[in-house]
Structures are given as structure tokens and as C-alpha cells.
């Protein structure tokens, strides 16, 4: 890994299909106007070691892999896993990553799945929050080692909800659970491993439940989570508090 002085990095600009949500701007060094989205990597960033990321063309993905079934001889991580070994691209361009994980996240969190999945409680409006907040989350990385060396704020899923969506911690939490949880069975399961091969990799998350809030991210097939959770735990504390921080207070 070649660690990267987050100074010299340029403001990264990428304009998505979707409008996101403005209030993005709450938390620093991102900005946010209508589909265009702005990240100034020194302010945004708690850690930033590293400026590329895999990635594979999404549209490849949905015709040579979101169809194809697993095997006896071929389990699906394993389908995934020699998709990226075939068309995984390293790329130093940030936008790009930004622009196919809004592929991945429009296609894992679309509203088709509210009327078949028996989560009433969720809303499209639900569906909309998880696709902005886990697209930016594409931005961190895990090396094959296990480190980790990108963390932005998007790392803790509710903490960044609760400061830009408002959100309780009830609610936020019931979020987190559906972006980790896959919606809880193994169809979707196997659809989300398939269409994060666009990613590089696996979703991957240090928690057990809600409450430990400890995140997630798109990690390597083979990455050591024995040093990534240990990576983990040493810093979480202390960089929650902080997106914690620029809650906006209820109106009186």
C-alpha cells in the first residue's frame, strides 16, 4: 500500500442520477447541491491512506453476473470472486467509485422490495437514505492485510444518519440493520454479494448488532478480519463522538 498525503488530494466532484438530501453539508468537507456532490478529502476524511480502489464496470456486472446462479462446484462468493479477478480495475478516481456504488446501492435498495420482504416499518423514503449513505461509504477501504485505510464519517452508519437525516437512534439503528442484515435472508444475501463485486469485494461489517455500532465496508475477498477488527476497536470510540458532534439540535 502506498499512503497517500491526504493534503495533495483535489476536491472530489461526481454528479449522480438522484438528488441527494443537502443537509450531506452538516457534516465537513462534503457539500451537496441537487445531483452534484463535492468531497474535499482533508476535511472529510478521519483517516486517508490510500487513493485507489477496485472497482468493475456495473453494467458488466448485471449481464455476466447478477443472473448467474451458484453451484454444487461454484458457490457465489466464489462467482464473485473470479468476476473481480477477471474485470476489477484499479482506479485513483474517486467519482468513478462514487458513481458505481450508486449503481450497486440504487439496485440493492430499490423500492420494488418494499411490498415483498415483510418490513413494513421501512418507506421509500427509508430506501432513499440507505442508498445515499452507503454510496459514500464506498469511499473507505480495507487492505488485504486487514488495515484499514480510509475511514470517513459514512464509516458509522447511524451516527452520520442521526446528524444528517435527523434520525433517533431507534430509527437510525433499524436502518443499520437493514443495510447490514440484507434484509435477513439469503436472497438477498446472495444479490448483495453479487452486485458488491462492482466494489471489489464483500460487505464486511465489525459489529454484532446495532448497539456496538462499529460499521461496515466493502473489504477484499481474503482481507484479515482478525487485524481489521482489532483496527476497528481502537479508534471508533473517539471518531463517533466526533460525527456525533454535529447533530443539529431539536427546535424548541
Known amino acids: 500500500m502506498t499512503t497517500t498525503d491526504i493534503t495533495d488530494i483535489t476536491a472530489v466532484t461526481v454528479e449522480l442520477p438522484e438528488a441527494f438530501d443537502p443537509r450531506w453539508s452538516r457534516l465537513p468537507g462534503i457539500q451537496v447541491d441537487g445531483r452534484r456532490i463535492t468531497i474535499a478529502p482533508a476535511e472529510y476524511f478521519f483517516r486517508f491512506e490510500s487513493n485507489t480502489w477496485?472497482?468493475?464496470?456495473?453494467?458488466?456486472?448485471?449481464?455476466?453476473?447478477?443472473?448467474?446462479?451458484?453451484?454444487?462446484?461454484?458457490?457465489?462468493?466464489?462467482?464473485?470472486?473470479?468476476?473481480?479477478?477477471?474485470?476489477?480495475?484499479?482506479?485513483?478516481?474517486?467519482?468513478?467509485?462514487?458513481?458505481?456504488?450508486?449503481?450497486?446501492?440504487?439496485?440493492?435498495?430499490r423500492d420494488e422490495h418494499l411490498t415483498g420482504l415483510g418490513l413494513p416499518q421501512i418507506t421509500a423514503e427509508h430506501l432513499r437514505m440507505l442508498r445515499e449513505a452507503a454510496t459514500l461509504m464506498a469511499l473507505n477501504k480495507v487492505e488485504p492485510d486487514g488495515h484499514i485505510s480510509n475511514v470517513g464519517p459514512c464509516w458509522f452508519f447511524p451516527a452520520a444518519t442521526s446528524v444528517v437525516?435527523?434520525?433517533?437512534?431507534?430509527?437510525?439503528?433499524m436502518l443499520d440493520e437493514v443495510y447490514h442484515g440484507g434484509w435477513f435472508n439469503e436472497h438477498r444475501r446472495i444479490e448483495s454479494i453479487k452486485a458488491h463485486a462492482a466494489l471489489g469485494g464483500r460487505l464486511v461489517h465489525g459489529c454484532q448488532s446495532v448497539p456496538d455500532q462499529s460499521g461496515g465496508v466493502v473489504a477484499p475477498y481474503g482481507a484479515s478480519m482478525a487485524n481489521f477488527r482489532n483496527d476497528l476497536a481502537a479508534f471508533k470510540a473517539g471518531w463517533i463522538e466526533q460525527v456525533h458532534a454535529h447533530r443539529v439540535p431539536p427546535a424548541a
Open 165 to 173: 437525516f435527523d434520525l433517533d437512534d431507534e430509527t437510525g439503528g
Open 54 to 109: 477496485l472497482v468493475a464496470d456495473w453494467e458488466l456486472v448485471k449481464v455476466q453476473l447478477l443472473h448467474v446462479d451458484e453451484t454444487t462446484e461454484s458457490a457465489v462468493e466464489q462467482l464473485a470472486l473470479d468476476f473481480i479477478k477477471q474485470h476489477g480495475e484499479s482506479t485513483s478516481d474517486a467519482a468513478r467509485v462514487l458513481a458505481t456504488a450508486y449503481e450497486v446501492y440504487a439496485h440493492l435498495f
